[in-house]
Every structure is written in C-alpha cells, then in structure tokens.
C-alpha cells in the first residue's frame, strides 16, 4: 500500500514534479499569473518572470499551459529545456512547434522567413495570440536572444505578434539588461519570491486536500508549520520536500500527526545523510 494511503489520501501530496493540480494561488504567483494573462491577452509583446530555483517558476508555465491550450484564440508554445548549440538548431525547433514544413536543405535565413510567414498568418490573419513560453531562459544563448529580438520586433500598429515569456533565474536580468533594445521591450517583468508564514499553511493545507485528505483535524501542527517556514524561507520545493518527508516519518514511525519534533528529527536525518553524501543541502 502507498505510504499516503495510511493517512487518508488518495494521492502523493507532497511530490516535487510542477504539476497543475497542486498549484496553490498564493500572492505571489496570482500576481504573477494575473499580470501574465492580461499581458498576454493585450499583446503587448514580451514578458519576463524571474525567481530562484525552486519557486515555481515551471509549475507556473505548467497552469498557464494548460488554461491557453483550451482558450480558441491563442496559440500556445512552450519550450522547457532550451538548449541550442546553432542558431538553425533553434530555428528548426520553432518551426517545428509550428507545425512546419522544413528541409534540412534551408538556410536559417530561410526558416526565418517561413516562421515570420506563419506568424503573419495565424497572428494577424486569423487574428490569434500567439505566445511562446521559454522556461530555464538563464541558459538561452545570446544568438536566440538576438533571434527573438528580431521576431518581438515583429509588430501591427496596434500589438505585437509574438507573446514571448522568458520565465528563468535571476542571472537572466542583467544579460538582457545589457542588451540593447530587449530591456525597453519588456512589458511584465516580475519576481517571485519565497512564501511567508501564513501561505506557507495555507499550501501545505492546499496539497493535502487536492490529494484527498478529508480529516477534520490538521496533520501539521502550527508549531510544526513554523518549523518547516524556518527551514524552507517559504521555498516550495524546499517545502515539498520537508513535508513529503515528514508524512514518511509518520508513517514509519506508525504516527498520526506531525509535530515539531518530527520535523526537527526529519531535518536531522536529512542534515545527516545530506554530510553523508557530502551533498549541498537540498533544494
Ligand atoms: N504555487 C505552487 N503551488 C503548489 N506547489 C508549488 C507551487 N510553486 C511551486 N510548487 C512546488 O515547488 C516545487 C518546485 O517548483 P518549480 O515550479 O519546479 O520551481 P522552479 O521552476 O521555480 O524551480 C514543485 O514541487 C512544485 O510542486
Ligand atoms: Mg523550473
């Protein structure tokens, strides 16, 4: 039986994959993901979300994947690892989320042109959004940066065509700082930080539910809640992380509520294995 069945739910609450179900609107990312939207639905060209690892910056582009894909209007894209060695290596992977025809025979310049066609089309003729989400975008080399430049400055009087969203760390603000005509283009650019105390409650108490637990008592106490906010500073992964370890502790520990003192003999245990392996902590 899984470990989560023990206590009453009917799925993993606390695993670290970005996905949709679990995500939890808490102030930040609603500010985030509200901003985008409107951004988006204006057309107002590009947009740049920026945080440390383990935010939620990719569980983010995960909900609006999943909420643009149904909506008629848009064209949605995204690309989550975005590593290019040549400039006809990106050119082939944008044309190939496009749904076109290209032969290995084509110059870049080419592909280009058939790209920009095809944004014409879709974007002024059949008067769609079109967006494209990057995440990771602190790894895009700077010959992609200059390519997508050139597409944002693709634009009708009244809105641009491409919706770009550079979602990345924080080391992508000062690389397209210094890059002339990216920076005055940014229309949304946002931080997302860490959780405070209260919403970090709040989303433990969100995953549990989403996973299925029904209890009419908590299964963290608030002291254990202040524990794990003192651990994590609020990061979710690091938070998921602690948290799906204190249910393993409950479970194997045939308990019924995680305290303070079960978070603070995980975090021992974690410290322990973590020197063991010589690892850096988690994040
Ligand atoms: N808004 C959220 N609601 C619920 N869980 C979240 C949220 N944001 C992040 N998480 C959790 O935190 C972990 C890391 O999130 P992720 O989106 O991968 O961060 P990043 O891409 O910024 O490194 C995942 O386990 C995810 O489930
Ligand atoms: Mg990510």
């Known amino acids: 039986m899984s470990y989560f069945r023990s206590l009453g739910l009917q799925k993993e609450p606390f695993s670290t994959s970005p996905d949709p179900a679990f995500f939890f609107l808490s102030k930040?990312?609603?500010?985030?993901?509200?901003?985008?939207q409107i951004t988006i639905s204006l057309r107002r060209g590009l947009s740049v979300i920026l945080g440390d690892v383990g935010t939620g910056k990719t569980t983010l582009s995960r909900r609006l994947s999943q909420i643009l894909h149904k909506d008629p209007?848009?064209?949605?894209?995204?690309?989550?690892?975005?590593?290019?060695?040549?400039?006809?290596?990106?050119?082939?992977?944008?044309?190939?989320?496009?749904?076109?025809?290209?032969?290995?025979?084509?110059?870049?310049?080419?592909?280009?042109?058939a790209i920009e066609r095809h944004l014409f089309q879709l974007g002024v003729e059949q008067n769609k959004t079109v967006v494209l989400l990057i995440d990771e975008a602190q790894i895009l080399p700077d010959f992609v940066l200059e390519i997508l430049r050139?597409?944002?400055?693709?634009?009708?009087?009244?809105?641009?065509?491409?919706?770009?969203?550079?979602?990345?760390?924080?080391?992508?603000?000062?690389?397209?700082?210094?890059?002339?005509?990216?920076?005055?283009?940014?229309?949304?650019?946002?931080?997302?930080?860490?959780l405070g105390e209260e919403e970090l409650r709040e989303m433990v108490d969100f995953r549990l539910r989403q996973a299925g637990f029904q209890g009419d008592h908590q299964l963290f106490t608030d002291e254990a809640v202040r524990k794990i906010w003192e651990a994590t500073q609020g990061y979710?992964?690091?938070?998921?992380?602690?948290?799906?370890?204190?249910?393993?502790?409950?479970?194997?520990?045939?308990?019924?509520?995680v305290d303070s003192d079960t978070v603070a003999r995980v975090l021992e245990t974690t410290a322990a294995a973590d020197m063991m392996f010589d690892l850096e902590p988690q994040k």
């Open 150 to 194: 050139i597409l944002l400055n693709y634009e009708t009087n009244e809105f641009k065509i491409l919706q770009l969203v550079l979602v990345g760390q924080l080391e992508l603000l000062p690389r397209i700082r210094s890059m002339h005509n990216f920076w005055d283009r940014i229309a949304l650019r946002y931080v997302l930080n860490p």
């Open 28 to 36: 930040e990312h609603k500010a985030a993901f509200c901003r985008l």
């Open 73 to 113: 209007d848009v064209s949605f894209h995204m690309i989550l690892n975005p590593y290019f060695k040549t400039e006809k290596q990106f050119l082939t992977k944008l044309a190939g989320l496009f749904h076109l025809e290209v032969s290995p025979r084509m110059s870049g310049l080419q592909i280009m042109e």
């Open 236 to 257: 979710p992964r690091k938070l998921a992380l602690l948290c799906h370890n204190c249910l393993e502790a409950l479970v194997m520990y045939d308990r019924k509520l």
